[in-house]
T-cell receptor, first 111, second 115 residues
Framework: DAKTTQPPSMDCAEGRAANLPCNHSTISGNEYVYWYRQIHSQGPQYIIHGLKNNETNEMASLIITEDRKSSTLILPHATLRDTAVYYC????????????FGKGTKLSVKP | ETGVTQTPRHLVMGMTNKKSLKCEQH?????MYWYKQSAKKPLELMFVYSLEERVENNSVPSRFSPECPNSSHLFLHLHTLQPEDSALYLC??????????????FGEGSWLTVV
C-alpha cells in the first residue's frame, strides 16, 4: 500500500504557483520523498526528490517539513501543460527501494 | 524523450496469441523494471531486474514472462492472456541498483488490448 496521502484533486490558475501537499506521517529515516506526474496516456515523468533538505530544480521545488511527516511540491508558474496527476511517493533506500504508487492528485490548471 | 524506449506503443492480441513487448534504455542504467497500469488503478510493480538478474517478481501470473538479455534491453513475453490483462505496460530504469536514492525513469508505455 502507498504510504502517502494526497488530496484527490486541485485547481490552479494559469501563471500562479501550484502547491501540492502530501502527508507521509509514517516515513522512515532512510526513505526518500519522490514526486512524479503522469499526463493522460503517457508514462510517469520524474519531477524531483529529497531526503531531508528542501530541493529545487528547473521543474519544481520540494519543501519537506522538519519532522519529515509532510511535504509540498511547488510549481512556481503553472501552465496548461502542467495539468496532470501528481504522485507523491516515499521510497526506501537499500536494494529494494521500489516505487509504490497511490492515487495521486489530479491538478487542473485553468486559463 | 526520457531515454527509455518502448515498442510497440499499441498492441492488440487475441487470447491464444504470443507476443512480446520490448524496452530499451539509452541511459547507461543497470536496473530495469516492468510496471502495469490498469484502468482506474494505481501503477503496480511487476518485475525488477538488477544487473540482468531478476530480483523481484511481484506475484505475477506465469503468462507474463520477462527477459533481460543485457542491461540495456528488457522484454515482456506474453502468452494466453486474458481480457483483464488489457492495460498500459510501463518499462523503467535506474542507475546504481534499485536503492531509494536512485531515480527511476519511465518509458511512454505500451498499450495492450486483449480480445
Amino acid at each position: 500500500d502507498a504510504k502517502t496521502t494526497q488530496p484527490p484533486s486541485m485547481d490552479c490558475a494559469e501563471g500562479r504557483a501550484a502547491n501540492l501537499p502530501c502527508n507521509h506521517s509514517t516515513i522512515s529515516g532512510n526513505e526518500y520523498v519522490y514526486w512524479y506526474r503522469q499526463i493522460h496516456s503517457q508514462g510517469p515523468q520524474y519531477i524531483i526528490h529529497g531526503l531531508k533538505n528542501n530541493e529545487t530544480n528547473e521543474m519544481a521545488s520540494l519543501i519537506i517539513t522538519e519532522d519529515r511527516k509532510s511535504s509540498t511540491l511547488i510549481l512556481p508558474h503553472a501552465t496548461l501543460r502542467d495539468t496532470a496527476v501528481y504522485y507523491c511517493i516515499v521510497r526506501a533506500g537499500g536494494s529494494q527501494g521500489n516505487l509504490i504508487f497511490g492515487k495521486g492528485t489530479k491538478l487542473s490548471v485553468k486559463p | 524523450e526520457t531515454g527509455v524506449t518502448q515498442t510497440p506503443r499499441h498492441l492488440v492480441m487475441g487470447m491464444t496469441n504470443k507476443k512480446s513487448l520490448k524496452c530499451e534504455q539509452h541511459l547507461g542504467h543497470n536496473a530495469m523494471y516492468w510496471y502495469k497500469q490498469s484502468a482506474k488503478k494505481p501503477l503496480e510493480l511487476m518485475f525488477v531486474y538488477s544487473l540482468e538478474e531478476r530480483v523481484e517478481n511481484n506475484s505475477v501470473p506465469s503468462r507474463f514472462s520477462p527477459e533481460c538479455p543485457n542491461s540495456s534491453h528488457l522484454f515482456l513475453h506474453l502468452h494466453t492472456l486474458q481480457p483483464e490483462d488489457s492495460a498500459l505496460y510501463l518499462c523503467a530504469s535506474s542507475q546504481g541498483g534499485t536503492g531509494g536514492g536512485n531515480t527511476i525513469y519511465f518509458g511512454e508505455g505500451s498499450w495492450l488490448t486483449v480480445v
